[in-house]
Each structure stands twice: as C-alpha cells, then as structure tokens.
C-alpha cells in the first residue's frame, strides 16, 4: 500500500514538472506556408495569385522569445518590393515605406479588387 502510494506522488510530480511546458502553445502557430498566403489574400484579396509572385523567399519567423505566448509571433514577408512585417496575434500586415506604394498599386488595380 506504502509502495503504491510513493508510486502515485511519482507519477503526479512527473506530470506536473512536464505538463504546463508542453501544454503552451508555441510562439509562432502559423507555418510559413499560411503565412504566404495569408499575405497573398492580403496584397490581392480579388486574386492571391496575383501577389503570390512577389514572395521571394519563404517568410521569416523573428524574435519569438521576445513575445508572449498569448501574442504569437511575427514573420517578415521579403518580397520584390521590400519587406513587409506580420503579426500573428492581429494578423495586421505593415508593409516598408519601399513596399508600401507598390502594394497599394496592386491592391488598387482591377484583378485584385474582391
């Protein structure tokens, strides 16, 4: 009875030291991926693809131990027009002043109007 009851305070002190790290979601929850294409039905909500060809490399998860856990993470989207920053926790894209007009262009344009 004595052993079985060492055993269980065992087990609940194990479960505790490892349940709250690997219960918190990680800093960045979207991948690369989701964030290319949420930037595309960004840039051009009538058509993503349109605005798929100015990623020029996959997006870049930046400074994660900085943010909360509730916040997410950001990303920064390098395009042909320059870098635009993304933040999970508002999924609010802001684009560089260098970025900024061209995609303002390409929103504006007839194929990109929803």
Known sequence: ???????????????????????????????????????????????????SVLVRLSPVAVDPESQPQSQGGRWIVLTSVGSVSFRESTRIFEPSEQASRAILDLQEADGCRP
């Open 1 to 51: 009875m004595r052993l079985a009851f060492v055993a269980g305070i065992m087990l609940l002190a194990a479960c505790s030291a490892s349940g709250p790290e690997s219960a918190l979601p990680p800093t960045h929850r979207l991948t690369p991926d989701e964030v290319t294409r949420l930037f595309s039905e960004w840039a051009c909500p009538g058509r993503p693809s349109l605005a």
